[in-house]
C-alpha cells in the first residue's frame, strides 16, 4: 500500500482503483468465507485496513474524513458483508452451477415441510442442530443455509450466477448502508 501511495500522484482514478483491488482487496478477500462467525471485535482489525488506508488511497481523500461516503462511492462492501458474499456465492454454485465442488454441495439439503406450507416453495435449506456453538456455527453446513435462508426470494431465486451475483450485492449494500 505504501508503494502504491508513492505512485498515486502518476495514476489515475481507475488504475489506483485497480491496483488496490488487485493487491489489497485480494489480500482480504482471500479464504475470508473462513472467517464467518468470528466476533465482531477480531473482523474489526480487517475493517480498520480497509477503512484507513484503501478508500482514501484510491480517492484522495484525508485520514479525517468519514470512511461510509467513500465505500459507497467505490462500491465497495464492508468486511462482514464480503464474508457474507462469498458464502452466499459459494452456496448458490453449489446448489445450481456445477462448477462447485461435490463435497459442498452434498453438505447443502433442500428444506421440505412435512406437510403443506406456503413456505414448501421458499427455497429455503435445512439449518442442522450445532452442539458447539463457539466452532460449530462457524462451519459452512451451519453458515451457508443460515445466510441462504435469510436472503430475499428475489435473490435466492435469480436466474443465472451473474444476475445472483449483482442482485446480492445490491442485496447487501442496501443492508449495510441505508441501515
Sequence with gaps: MRRISQIRHLLSLDATKTLVSAFILSRLDYCNSLLAGLPDAKLDRLQRIMNNAAPRLVLRKRKRDHVTPLLMTLHWLPIKARITYKIATLCYRSLHDDSAPSYLSSLLKPH???????????????????????????????????????????????????????????????QYFDA
Excluded: E
Design 112 to 174: 421440505v415441510p412435512t406437510r403443506n406450507l406456503r413456505s414448501a416453495d421458499a427455497g429455503h435449506l435445512v439449518v442442522p442442530r450445532i452442539k458447539l456453538n463457539a466452532f460449530g456455527k462457524r462451519a459452512f453446513i451451519y453458515t451457508a443455509p443460515s445466510i441462504w435462508n435469510s436472503l430475499p426470494m428475489s435473490v435466492r431465486f435469480s436466474t443465472s450466477l451473474l444476475s445472483f451475483k449483482s442482485s446480492l450485492k445490491t442485496h447487501l449494500f442496501r
